[in-house]
């Protein structure tokens, strides 16, 4: 069985800083893909930052420059360091990953259960 687990949220004042972390367990034998997105009350939920298997990054636009992105293969972690944190920023986080399991051809999504997030100004 796999388990996405975030941690780090929490209630932080506008130009604050947070740090998520994104720690995934179980019977993987390779990560392709790993992300975060939101979801903010009464919105859909949006991709805030990817990180592609060779480290490419891509950001929604309201974060460029504010958020980063990072993995860690190894410790098979993904990080989103969140600066200059704005009342819009307020969210569940939700980390996701394209695991690649023995005897499955393909990777498959998986999903944490989300961290909150809110920004208060």
């Known amino acids: 069985q796999v388990h996405l687990v975030e941690s780090g949220g929490g209630l932080v004042q506008s130009g604050g800083s947070l740090t998520l972390s994104c720690a995934i367990s179980g019977d993987v034998e390779s990560i392709d893909d790993m992300a975060w997105y939101r979801r903010a009350p009464g919105k859909k939920r949006e991709l805030v930052a990817k990180?592609?298997?060779?480290?490419?990054?891509v950001y929604e636009d309201s974060v460029k420059g504010r958020f980063a992105i990072s993995r860690d293969n190894a410790k098979r972690t993904v990080t989103l360091q969140m600066n200059d944190l704005k009342p819009d920023d307020t969210a569940t986080y939700y980390c996701?990953?394209?695991?690649?399991?023995?005897?499955?051809?393909?990777?498959?999504?998986?999903w944490g259960e989300g961290t909150r997030v809110r920004v208060f100004s």
């Open positions: 996701y990953a394209d695991l690649r399991q023995a005897y499955v051809l393909n990777a498959l999504p998986y």
């Open positions: 990180i592609t298997i060779d480290n490419k990054m």
